[in-house]
């Protein structure tokens, strides 16, 4: 079962480990953090992050970020531990998340960026519901190469249609 709470001081070396391992593939931002500079700006900026735990089992995190509360707008993203993909546990993960952000924050949308090359996430998000917006052209350099950023988001009407079946 799928549970969702607050990040805490003592999950950052978990969140640590994870977001290292994604950067390189994964994530707009390749660079990797020593745990001190991890709990260091835990501590600085109180980062709106939850853990999400699959039976007591720490297994990934999701990150928001840009809230306007004018605009009633927010960004998502999640990063699962690499034991815990491919297993349907994002899913049903942003299943939970989805509704509960939808109402804790008062949302109209809810945004994401995911690179161009990341097809499994893309692919994941579509099912979710999330409604393609445009692309950043050769946004992120990474290995050599120039990446687009795509984004994605989700209004009010469409999570509740899709989440009030």
């Known amino acids: ?5 607050k990040l805490i001081k003592d999950d950052v070396c978990f969140l640590n480990s994870v ?8 994530l707009h931002d390749s660079r990797t953090f020593s745990i001190q500079d991890s709990y260091k700006w835990f501590e600085t900026t109180n980062p709106d ?3 999400i735990l699959y039976n007591d089992i720490s297994i990934g995190y999701f990150r ?3 809230h306007s509360i004018v605009n009633k707008n927010i960004y998502i993203g999640a990063d699962l531990h690499k034991d815990w993909r491919g ?4 899913y049903e993960s942003y299943c939970k998340f989805i509704p509960f952000i939808f109402e804790k924050y008062d949302l109209n949308k809810i945004t994401l960026e995911v690179l161009s090359t990341n097809l499994v996430a893309k692919n ?3 099912k979710l519901g999330f409604i393609w917006e ?3 052209r050769k946004e992120i350099y990474k290995n050599g190469l120039y990446i687009d950023s795509e984004i994605m988001s989700m209004l009010r009407e469409e999570y509740e249609k899709q989440f009030n079946k």
Do not use: D, V
């Open 1 to 5: 079962m799928i549970y969702i709470r």
């Open 19 to 26: 977001r290292n391992e994604c950067a390189e593939k994964y």
């Open 49 to 51: 992050y939850y853990l």
């Open 64 to 66: 928001l970020s840009n």
């Open 87 to 90: 297993k349907g546990l994002a």
């Open 124 to 126: 994941l998000y579509k």
């Open 134 to 136: 445009g692309t950043k």
